[in-house]
């Protein structure tokens, strides 16, 4: 519910431009929310002009997402062709032949305050060779195409993993459509021709459909896409561009048959100028190549995704043109950007769809009035702003620390790289820490997983350990190792899990 604001003063009609993935869940959130308000919300889409298409892959939080509009996860995979993700599996960044998983959750379990990956990191130095990934259990399922449930206890070692989905994501907006409608959102399928200002300071008063029909409204949510047809276009706000640090700036998209058991993780494969994403649904499998046109040609990269395509594509490959970076504000006026509209950076980490989630969840916390408090929009702006750009670090990382040969990635390891990914890379090398920065989307676990994964290890460990007996060490690892494996051993392969998620839809 919306509280605060005198009624006179209350938004009464919110419009959401464009129903892509962007648009939907913020209709389905915003209508959940403002249920019994009495604001009306109407969503302006154009199926002439279609939606990206793509975005296939989640983090956690999605979970949490639909979980709050009252959804369960086996309907959600049910109705979006869903597949169960453990995280990330990195193949050849470092150097060929070498991989390892980015999971979703911690690694071993921490003793006497000191951080587990000290006790990892002082075994290593006396010789151990386990990889940090053993000791998650979310990087073995991942790892090995298995998949489970955390267990609720969260002491034990099966309660320190997370998951996600890979769903289709035509399917997934369909089934946010479905319980907006339900909730009351009124679709309109029209191209939006005009937008018109008013007032000296130029709010958005409306929006002229090609039918020649206007909607009013009183805020206007901008889901339109790369076009950014309020945000960009209306209201002029200009665009960060961030290609210095993620060099890649397209994308060719393919679907194919499936080819074996679906993996319980989203791959991602290093080429000659970027990565390769394979992401398993439940009949098919999403692919691209994420490339620089600057290191690459087009022909150069369409024919390398399809050389390594595992199964039979069945569409021609789809071109797809991006810029790394945000619109300098995702608040201005009465308008709120959200999705593509307000900024992209590449998917390698599947974050698109959870800077919806939070630029979503940021305007509940901050629904305005129609006053438009500039404290309230100021807020929302840095928020967002330090969101995506620790998302932009956090992405940069993974190519700083490649081993591979050939320009485009010795380029990526040339980089200067943003202050505040100095800082976090600074304390890392001087005392294996994480320092974290506010509205950060990922954990210490996270920046751990692919610090370790580039064999990235700091100068120093925690001194509180230093005098450790390292043959205790070692045995106490290794038992912590045989009871991951030994949960492992216990647990259903993806395609049985999936099996018993569609038994509980
Ligand atoms: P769109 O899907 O483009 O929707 C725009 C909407 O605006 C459409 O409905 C359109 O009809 C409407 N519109 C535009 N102009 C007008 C007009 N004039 N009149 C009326 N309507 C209009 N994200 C992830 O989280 N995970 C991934 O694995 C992932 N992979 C990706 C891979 C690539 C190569 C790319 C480019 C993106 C990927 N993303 C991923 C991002 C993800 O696709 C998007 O964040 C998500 O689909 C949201 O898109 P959107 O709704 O903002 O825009």
């Keep these: 519910m919306v509280t605060g604001g005198s009624a006179a003063n209350a938004i009464e009609r919110v419009v959401i431009v464009?129903?892509?993935?962007?648009?939907?869940?913020?209709?389905?959130?915003?209508?959940?929310?403002?249920?019994?308000?009495?604001?009306?919300i109407t969503l302006v889409e154009s199926s002439d002009i279609g939606t990206v298409g793509v975005g296939e892959a989640t983090i956690p939080t999605i979970r949490r997402f639909y979980g709050q509009l009252g959804m369960s996860d086996a309907e959600v995979m049910q109705a979006c062709q869903a597949t169960a993700k453990f995280g990330i599996r990195f193949v050849d960044w470092l150097r060929d032949g070498h991989d390892f998983v980015h999971p979703f959750g911690r690694f071993g379990q921490d003793l006497k305050g000191v951080d587990f990956h000290h006790y990892w990191l002082r075994a290593r130095a006396a010789g151990d060779r386990a990889p940090l990934g053993d000791y998650s259990l979310g990087s073995l399922l991942a790892g090995e195409g298995h998949a489970t449930l955390p267990a609720p206890d969260p002491g034990s070692q099966l309660g320190i993993f997370d998951w996600a989905l890979h769903f289709d994501a035509a399917l997934f907006a369909q089934h946010m459509r479905r319980f907006a409608e339900r909730m009351g959102v009124a679709r309109v399928d029209a191209r939006i021709a005009h937008v018109s200002l008013w007032g000296e300071d130029g709010f958005i008063e409306g929006l002229t459909l090609d039918n020649g029909a206007r909607i009013g409204g009183d805020l206007f949510v901008d889901c339109s896409g790369f076009r950014s047809l309020l945000l960009g276009e209306a209201l002029g706000v200009g665009y960060e561009d961030w290609s210095h640090w993620l060099l890649c700036d397209g994308a060719f998209a393919v679907q194919s048959e499936r080819a074996g058991p679906p993996p319980s993780c989203t791959i991602v494969t290093a080429r000659r100028a970027g990565w390769q994403w394979r992401i398993p649904l439940r009949t098919r499998e999403g692919n691209g190549l994420v490339f620089s046109s600057r290191f690459q040609s087009d022909d150069d990269a369409r024919d390398e995704l399809l050389a390594?395509?595992?199964?039979?594509?069945?569409?021609?490959?789809?071109?797809?043109?991006?810029?790394?970076?945000?619109?300098?504000?995702a608040w201005t006026k009465n308008c709120v950007g959200l999705g593509l509209a307000s900024g992209f950076l590449e998917p390698l980490e599947s974050t698109s769809i959870a800077l919806i989630e939070t630029g979503i969840e940021r305007l509940k916390q901050l629904f305005p009035d129609k006053d438009f408090d500039p404290a309230v929009i100021a807020e929302y702006n840095e928020q967002s702003a330090e969101e995506i750009e620790r998302v932009r670090d956090f992405l940069i990382l993974h190519y700083k620390l490649n081993g591979r040969p050939g320009a485009f990635w010795q380029t990526c390891r040339d980089m200067e790289l943003p202050d505040s990914l100095n800082a976090k890379r600074a304390l890392w090398r001087a005392r294996g820490a994480f320092i974290r920065y506010r509205?950060?989307?990922f954990s210490p676990a996270s920046w751990l997983a692919i610090y370790a994964g580039f064999e990235n290890i700091p100068a120093r460990i925690d001194p509180a350990i230093a005098g450790l007996d390292t043959d205790q060490l070692r045995r106490s690892l290794e038992a912590m190792?045989?009871?991951v494996r030994e949960t492992l051993a216990d647990t259903p392969t993806h395609q049985e899990f999936l099996e018993i998620m569609d038994g509980a839809a």
């Excluded at 209709?27 to 019994?36: D, Q, R, V």
């Excluded at 021609?316 to 619109?327: K, S």
């Design 481 to 483: 190792r045989r009871s």
């Design 308 to 329: 390594q395509v595992p199964g039979k594509p069945v569409m021609e490959p789809r071109r797809l043109r991006f810029t790394p970076g945000r619109r300098k504000v």
């Design 18 to 40: 464009g129903g892509g993935t962007a648009g939907w869940m913020a209709a389905a959130a915003l209508s959940a929310h403002l249920a019994g308000s009495g604001v009306s």
């Design 439 to 441: 509205w950060e989307m």
